[in-house]
């Protein structure tokens, strides 16, 4: 296992981010995608793990599928939906001669599901909020610190700020409850 590392904010994750998109765009230029930085090193001023998280928006399950093989052929595994409907997750081995930006989880999202709202609420929270920033940011490192070497700990701690936060933006009680779920059942 790892250990977690959670950095102050770097300019540079914009900047990976954007490599990795204009790449993403050209390799799948005739699907209609939309590309989404999200995550907490999509947020100016947060603390975060250096690790990108990237959402390819899909209008429909077909797009998906073939999203999946052309990310296939540059040498992505699809490893599933996790558990999570609606979102399809694929990871990749470093060195892979095609990848030239940072670490980063990959996930293909039909547009309107659940945990794309999660994600994208949860961005637009924090990027509207300083002191939910500030309180987050703590949170991150004091957990990093307390579970250097147990990332289930760690995202099962933090799970009810970001409830707390999602639920001011509108998410539903079930929402809510299918989230901390998600979070918990790494357990």
Same mark, same amino acid.
């Given at each position: $296992?790892?250990?977690?590392?959670?950095?102050?904010?770097?300019?540079?994750?914009?900047? #990976?981010?954007?490599?990795?998109?204009?790449?993403?765009?050209? &390799?799948?230029?005739? @699907?209609?995608? !939309?590309?989404?930085?999200?995550?907490?090193?999509?947020?100016?001023? $947060?603390?975060?793990?250096?690790?990108?998280?990237?959402?390819? @928006?899909?209008?429909?399950?077909?797009?998906?599928?073939?999203?999946? =093989?052309? *990310?296939?052929?540059?040498? /992505?595994?699809?490893?599933?939906?996790?558990?999570?409907?609606?979102?399809?997750?694929?990871?990749?081995? +470093?060195?892979? !001669? /095609?990848?030239?930006?940072?670490?980063?989880? *990959?996930?293909?999202?039909?547009?309107?599901? #659940?945990?794309?709202?999660?994600?994208? &609420? *949860?961005?637009?929270? &924090?990027?509207?909020?300083?002191?939910?920033? !500030?309180?987050?940011? +703590?949170?991150?490192?004091?957990?990093?610190?307390?579970?250097?070497?147990?990332?289930?700990?760690?995202?099962?701690?933090?799970?009810?700020?970001?409830?707390?936060?999602? +639920?001011?933006?509108?998410?539903?009680?079930? =929402?809510?409850?299918? @989230?901390?779920?998600?979070?918990?059942?790494?357990?």
């Amino acid at each position: $296992m790892n250990k977690i590392i959670v950095e102050s904010y770097n300019p540079k994750w914009k900047k #990976e981010f954007e490599k990795a998109c204009k790449f993403y765009q050209k &390799l799948l230029k005739n @699907i209609n995608v !939309k590309i989404e930085h999200v995550g907490s090193t999509s947020v100016e001023g $947060m603390w975060a793990k250096p690790i990108l998280d990237i959402d390819i @928006i899909v209008i429909n399950n077909s797009d998906s599928k073939q999203v999946i =093989e052309r *990310l296939i052929s540059i040498g /992505y595994n699809h490893v599933g939906n996790l558990g999570v409907e609606g979102r399809e997750a694929l990871k990749y081995t +470093k060195g892979n !001669k /095609y990848i030239n930006w940072m670490d980063h989880n *990959l996930y293909v999202c039909i547009d309107g599901c #659940e945990n794309l709202r999660n994600h994208l &609420l *949860l961005r637009k929270h &924090l990027r509207n909020n300083e002191k939910a920033i !500030k309180s987050y940011s +703590k949170i991150k490192r004091e957990l990093a610190e307390k579970y250097s070497n147990d990332i289930d700990s760690y995202i099962d701690e933090k799970t009810n700020i970001i409830t707390e936060f999602l +639920k001011n933006e509108g998410m539903d009680i079930d =929402e809510l409850n299918r @989230i901390e779920t998600i979070n918990k059942k790494s357990k």
